[in-house]
């Protein structure tokens, strides 16, 4: 880095709308000011690394994390692997590490973030041990929606609870997965209603068990989407799957990866007392998952 730094550190799981505004504001700073600018991020969340039996799930993969930083205009993004060495570095440390390798000038940091083993310092001594080095520390402003500041524990509260709307307000986006499709029972096919089974990144948090209008892109075009989130009770499963009926698509795509875009969530998984039963749900399903999807 032939120029001065400004910065920003954070695990940024999601890239949701109060991420998107640090970020902007944090390129826009640097261009004013002639710096270059660097998001510090995290490949593995911290609370994994602590606790072996975390069932923790991320908004987003590692790669994805990486694309969406690179949309903003970054000139760097540093992705760092947590580790205890790592966490036992106090902030003061962590400061000092900045200035001396990474020849930061600014720090942005958001209204809540903490670094550094020692955890009851805030934002006063981030800006004193700053000071000492050499870096400017600024904090934003929360960012609300729908009522609630916005945070990526609050967006995951909301998918597990099935509440797409509140989830992709607070994204800015569609929350989405991507997956490979693999072969299924092929039980949809029987019936009418031919699915798309997904392998999906075991770290990729599911929405709620359920059936959910998405948009589906695949092979470069994008098709209106059932979504099922389940273990298929009608049919004796036992495990969670993801399957998708893409409407209007007809093809072979074994093989392929698909990514799944969530826009409404419609019902439970339901058990029905039979397939005829299933069939005739799924053609209402279809009924309301298209008048969703062409508003």
């Known amino acids: ?23 902007e504001r944090l390129v826009s700073i640097s261009k004013e000011r002639g710096y270059e600018s660097m998001v510090i991020t995290f490949s ?25 930083i690179s949309n903003y205009g970054v000139d760097y993004c540093l992705m760092l692997r947590f580790t205890k060495e790592f966490a036992t570095m106090t902030s003061g440390q962590f400061m000092e590490v900045l200035a001396e390798r990474f020849h930061v000038k600014l720090l942005l940091v958001g209204y809540d973030h903490h670094f550094g083993s020692d955890v009851r310092s805030g934002f006063d001594d981030y800006k004193r041990y700053g000071a000492e080095c050499g870096v400017e520390v600024l904090r934003m402003k929360p960012v609300v929606r729908s ?11 909301a998918l597990m609870n099935g509440d797409i709307s509140l989830a992709n307000n607070m994204l800015g986006y569609h929350y989405s997965v991507t997956g490979c499709v693999v072969k299924g029972n092929q039980i ?20 709620k068990c359920g059936v959910y209008a998405v948009w589906v892109e695949v092979c470069g075009c994008v098709y209106p989407g059932m979504m099922n989130i389940g273990s298929r009770p009608t049919v004796g499963g ?10 209007g698509y007809e093809g072979d795509i074994y093989g392929e990866f698909v990514c799944i875009s969530f826009v409404a969530f419609i019902r ?19 009924e309301k998952v298209l008048s969703i999807l062409s508003n």
């Open 1 to 23: 880095m032939k120029r001065p730094v400004a910065a920003t550190i954070g695990f940024f799981d999601g890239l949701h709308v109060g991420h998107k505004f640090l970020i």
């Open 44 to 68: 593995n969340h911290p609370r994994l690394v602590f606790s072996t039996e975390s069932d923790l799930k991320l908004l987003s993969t590692g790669e994805e994390k990486r694309n969406m």
């Open 147 to 157: 009522g609630l500041t916005v945070s990526s524990s609050k967006i995951r509260k």
């Open 188 to 207: 949809g096919r029987s019936i009418g209603f031919p699915t798309a089974n997904l392998y999906v990144d075991k770290e990729k948090l599911p929405p």
């Open 238 to 247: 036992d495990k969670v799957t993801f399957e998708v009926n893409i409407i």
């Open 268 to 286: 439970d998984e339901i058990k029905f007392e039979s397939i005829e039963l299933l069939r005739k749900q799924l053609e209402k399903d279809k």
